[in-house]
């Protein structure tokens, strides 16, 4: 089944605790892309990839690194976690940045 | 960057009526899609809607790319169609990168 998966789906976890979430796509897309939801804000793109080893900041790009090391994975990372990056994250995928984009199931994250 | 607005933010609808969401963007794009968030959090795509007109079983969508604004019409709505619809657009943002810009969509309640 096509499919973009996430992991972890929830998280608690500590200010400052470095986490890392994962994404992977198994339709060989090039286009990758990491989203946050917040209420009242709708969804503001992080990252995205356009291909591999090619990564680009979107909208929210502040306290989030990305790296794309292989075409079907893109993991997001926190490196020092902060309350206000409590939030609800989408992985998105297509076969090119015009193309339609996949969602994954959402990882909701709450940093305390 | 460019501006999506969709209108209207808040619908309650009896179950069997009909509606029409409305998402205007500022500058020219590449695509356009929407997505219906369903209660659980998942962002299902709904129409993958560049330009012209697409059915869908009760749903149809036209965007019309030269005056810069796409409608979703919703025939028939059942207690099922609850949840946000979210309009977002895809554009070139110089030196070949991609953005995929949300709007901060319609929430639509329909009572039995």
């Known amino acids: 089944e096509a499919q973009v998966t996430q992991n972890p789906r929830y998280l608690i976890t500590v200010t400052g605790k470095k986490l890392t979430v994962t994404c992977s796509q198994n339709?060989?897309?090039?286009?990758m892309s990491w989203y946050r939801q917040d209420p009242g804000l709708g969804l503001r793109q992080i990252y995205y990839s356009m291909n591999v080893e090619v990564t680009d900041k979107g909208d929210v790009p502040e306290g989030y690194k990305v790296s794309r090391k292989e075409k079907r994975n893109f993991p997001l990372i926190l490196e020092s976690p902060s309350p206000n990056q409590t939030s609800l994250y989408f992985c998105?995928?297509?076969?090119?940045?015009?193309?339609?984009?996949?969602f994954g199931p959402g990882t909701r994250l709450t940093v305390t | 960057g460019i501006q999506v607005e969709q209108s209207p933010p808040d619908l309650i609808l009896q179950e069997g009526a009909n509606s029409t969401l409305r998402c205007n963007f500022s500058d020219s794009v590449n695509n356009l899609q929407w997505f219906h968030q369903n209660p659980w959090g998942q962002l299902i795509n709904l129409f993958y809607i560049p330009s012209g007109t697409k059915q869908n079983g009760r749903l149809s969508a036209t965007t019309v790319a030269t005056e810069r604004y796409s409608l979703l019409y919703i025939s028939s709505s059942q207690t099922t169609d609850s949840g946000v619809y979210f309009c977002?657009?895809?554009?070139?943002?110089?030196?070949?990168?991609?953005?995929?810009?949300f709007g901060k969509g319609t929430k639509l309640s329909v009572i039995p």
């Open positions: 998105a995928s297509s076969p090119t940045g015009l193309g339609e984009q996949y």
């Open positions: 977002a657009v895809g554009s070139y943002s110089g030196a070949g990168s991609y953005q995929l810009t």
């Open positions: 339709m060989n897309h090039e286009y």
